[in-house]
């Protein structure tokens, strides 16, 4: 398994083991709670948006685990088939790169839930801010929250459109080619062809795990 940078972690997130066969416990978020417990009574919305939010950042970390976990597989795979011309071992590559794919779907659905879980969060706690006694120091960390936000889901869309139409794409003529490269955080991943060319590394969460870091903050800052 690919060692995750630990400056990618968020000091809020706390070693967890899932108990399902991984080799070692993954840092997860379990911060929700704390803040509906103690806000749900001005906003009750703000339990289910908040609560999923987390689960879906959490869902990120997980596949990117599972999408490190087949790349290392299937780079040891085809080395193998290089040394040995073992027909198998390269068909058990060819297997874990189709499951990158198709994890790698199900992370961008993830990144998107973010997007707009995110979006639905601040507006929920802004209806708390309105009445608050200090509002500058509030404004302040939602204005930090919200630009932990842009710089997190920068091309979100794109990178999820590309799975999500595929097919439509296919069957137009129109799909943008699609290639995976491991780094030292992960898989990146690049659309279409120069000069419409986009690069997305799956593995760095830190953006996102920032952006939830500072809209806990600002959650926190309102008086309940």
């Given at each position: 398994m690919r060692i995750v940078d630990p400056r990618a972690r968020s000091p809020l997130q706390r070693s967890v083991s899932l108990l399902d066969g991984s080799k070692s416990p993954l840092f997860l978020f379990y911060e929700a709670e704390a803040v509906v417990s103690r806000l749900e009574y001005l906003q009750p919305g703000i339990r289910m948006a908040v609560h999923s939010l987390e689960n879906y950042i959490n869902a990120l970390t997980i596949q990117r685990d599972r999408i490190d976990e087949n790349q290392g597989q299937a780079e040891s795979l085809f080395d193998r088939y290089e040394q040995t011309e073992d027909p198998e071992a390269e068909l058990a590559g060819n297997l874990r790169?189709?499951?990158?794919?198709?994890?790698v779907h199900f992370y961008f659905i993830c990144l998107d839930k973010f997007v707009k879980l995110f979006r639905l969060s601040l507006d929920i706690l802004a209806r708390l801010a309105r009445g608050a006694p200090d509002p500058t120091v509030i404004r302040s960390k939602r204005t930090l929250a919200e630009r932990a936000f842009n710089q997190a889901s920068q091309h979100s869309d794109t990178a999820r459109n590309f799975h999500e139409h595929l097919d439509k794409e296919i069957a137009t003529r129109q799909h943008p080619g699609f290639r995976a490269r491991g780094t030292a955080l992960g898989v990146e991943l690049t659309f279409g062809a120069p000069p419409n060319q986009l690069t997305v590394e799956v593995g760095n969460l830190g953006p996102v795990y920032t952006?939830?870091?500072?809209?806990i903050d600002y959650a926190n800052s309102l008086p309940a």
């Open positions: 790169v189709a499951m990158i794919f198709l994890d952006a939830y870091d500072k809209l």
